[in-house]
């Protein structure tokens, strides 16, 4: 049974894969691609597709993906309640639906990522707390989603004391680099949710990924957590080794009206001009509403704020989308 959060209609598929809707229904009737499966919405029958009919479809038309090597992206501040879990769930299950593999890694023991995936941490029994003490290969620790091209590394408590553990073992910064590595071609897109902290977790995180995307409200103390992350990093890049391609900054919870918020913005694009996002998220309930249904906002609201922001944050930093329903309602 596909879910409703799975349906892809023809003009978000064809769009997807770069051709027209035109050229999409030719190639059907030509067979080079296979015919799209159907639903009654009234008396109306419409087409639709998965995200892993998107997979299949860029095969068949060797079309390459939107990006040809393994990204791994961390979502990480000093500050905590600035967004990173919310903005990092909507963003990989965006990515997901655009048929991209995308595994989400949970690396906090408060385990926000987790339930908003509509798991529940205590019923977990393998986290990564076993993969990085005790070698367990990664895959074993690798739940499925609602959606099928959405997998998630959950957490629970017993990530809580591994920091300690951790501690006295051969190369500890990097465990999670190593045990990526046996899953290097199974997804495309890897994004991992920190705690707020710079623990040893996190230094992990940061040694494995090549995108750091951090999230800032227009707020004095997020701001300050940005500026001790960005000194942390230049501290790392004198002891440790690491390949940061891009770190990102993202102005979150924006309100226009608000003065507390255009100084924000006027002071990161000061002072964070090489790093700043254009892409802007506003503040919207829609986001506290979707944690608390466990759903994205794209099943929740299609057409909200949220969910144009966060199609923005995908066409930025991966330069990929299919136009927002909210813009093309009228395509059906
Ligand atoms: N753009 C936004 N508009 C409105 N509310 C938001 C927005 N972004 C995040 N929130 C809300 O802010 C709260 C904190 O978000 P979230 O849990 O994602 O932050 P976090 O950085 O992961 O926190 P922690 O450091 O505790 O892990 C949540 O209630 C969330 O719904
Ligand atoms: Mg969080």
Known sequence: MVTEAEKLLAHEFAEALGISKKTLMQYEREGKL??????????????????????IARQKLNIPPPFPIQRRQLFMNLKGGVGKSVLSYNYAYRVAKLGIKTLLIDLDAQAHLTTYAGLHPEKIKLTLYNVLLEDLPIDMAIQHTSLPTLDIVPSNLTLSPLELSLFGRHAREYRLQRALQPIKDKYQLIVIDAPPNLSLLNVNAILSVQDLIVPVMADFFSYDGLRLLFESLAQFRKDLVYELENVYVLLNSFNALETVCQQSRKALETHYKDYLLKTIVRKSTTFSKSTAAQQSVFELEPSSKAAQDIDSLVQEILGFSYQSQANSKHKR
């Open 34 to 55: 296979p015919s799209a499966k159907r639903y009654q919405s009234g008396k109306l029958l419409y087409r639709y597709y998965t995200p892993e009919d998107l997979i």
